[in-house]
Nanobody, 116 residues
Framework: VQVVESGGGLVQPGGSLRLSCAASGSTFVVNSMGWYRQAPGKQRELVATIFSGGRTNNADSVKGRFSNSRDNAKNTVNLYLQMSSLNPANTAVYYC?????????WGQGTHITASS
């Protein structure tokens, strides 16, 4: 399974950004997909998760500002993270993960910097 994130970059405080993640492979099951982030000098933390039935779970720090969604295409599952009211505390490398129930696959990460 290949996992590729895109959409990171520089954004001014208060701005919005949308991340995308494409998970592809010949045959794989997706139990859940999630977004994690790792800020400089800190541990990786969960941002948002979406389960196979559509239920979502967001970290308290991003509730009301971030939302995730997914859609399916042939051999590909796409995950999105819509972020608003970004602030410098959101600066981090954001990673997409795919949990197949047997393995967890990670993307290489995409960097977001919220700064004026």
């Amino acid at each position: 399974v290949q996992v590729v994130e895109s959409g990171g970059g520089l954004v001014q405080p208060g701005g919005s950004l949308r991340l995308s993640c494409a998970a592809s492979g010949s045959t794989f099951v997706v139990n859940s997909m999630g977004w994690y982030r790792q800020a400089p000098g800190k541990q990786r933390e969960l941002v948002a998760t979406i389960f196979s039935g559509g239920r979502t779970n967001n970290a308290d720090s991003v509730k009301g500002r971030f939302s995730n969604s997914r859609d399916n295409a042939k051999n590909t599952v796409n995950l999105y993270l819509q972020m608003s009211s970004l602030n410098p505390a959101n600066t981090a490398v954001y990673y997409c993960s795919v949990d197949s129930g047997e393995s967890i696959y990670w993307g290489q990460g995409t960097h977001i910097t919220a700064s004026s």
